[in-house]
């Protein structure tokens, strides 16, 4: 399948919402608008990136973590991971294990443990419909892909969620919008 070079390149998503407070994410495993480390990809394992964060509101009463690539070449980007619910006083998460294939199918049939290590954290639905992380992967020979991990403080212990735990990714997000307080952003990029 070719890939379209000349199509636009994608705004930043949360330039076009509603414009909130900042707060600060760090990672040892991404450094901001550098190229991610080859765990973070699919080739390399689909290993989470250990995150952290600090300055959020005191009012916040849950935490939405987030990443997504708006370079992906089909219409409304693509959801990496998607994690609601996570509890305020949940600062960081640690790095992830690595996924095979047998395990990203079979996250399609059962339910598994948070992939932050969060008991109250609620995995939800990437845009491949597994939960967890799931690594960068763009079409190869694509211009750079930006996968923007997202922490975002919410005004809500747990967000109502239309489809339970089988709500779609874009749909978590617009439902977040509105309690969001603040948001922390990382940029990573890959290319293949």
């Not at 070719?2 to 407070?21: E, G, Q």
């Not at 901001?32 to 952290?52: F, H, I």
């Not at 300055?55 to 998607?82: I, K, N």
């Not at 809500?156 to 749909?171: D, F, K, S, Y």
């Amino acid at each position: 399948m070719a890939i379209d070079m000349k199509r636009p390149v994608a705004p930043d998503p949360y330039s076009l919402l509603p414009s909130v407070p900042k707060f600060t994410l760090t990672s040892t495993d991404i450094r901001d608008g550098e190229a991610l480390q080859l765990a973070q990809t699919s080739e390399g394992g689909n290993v989470s990136p250990q995150l952290s964060w600090s300055g959020h509101p005191e009012e916040t009463l849950s935490f939405f973590l987030t990443c997504f690539d708006p370079d992906a070449p089909r219409e409304g980007g693509f959801w990496h991971w998607v994690v609601a619910d996570i509890p305020p006083s949940v600062t960081s998460v640690p790095p992830g294990l690595a996924k095979s294939v047998v395990k990203v199918i079979a996250s399609r049939i059962f339910q598994p443990s948070s992939s932050v290590a969060v008991a109250e954290a609620v995995d939800l639905p990437n845009g491949m419909g597994t939960v967890g992380f799931l690594g960068a992967s763009p079409p190869k020979g694509d211009r750079p892909h930006r996968y923007l991990f997202a922490v975002h403080a919410l005004d809500v212990a747990h967000l109502e969620l239309p489809h339970g735990r089988r709500t779609a990714a874009a749909l978590v997000a617009a439902t977040a919008v509105p309690h969001t307080l603040a948001r922390a952003v990382l940029t990573g990029t890959f290319r293949r």
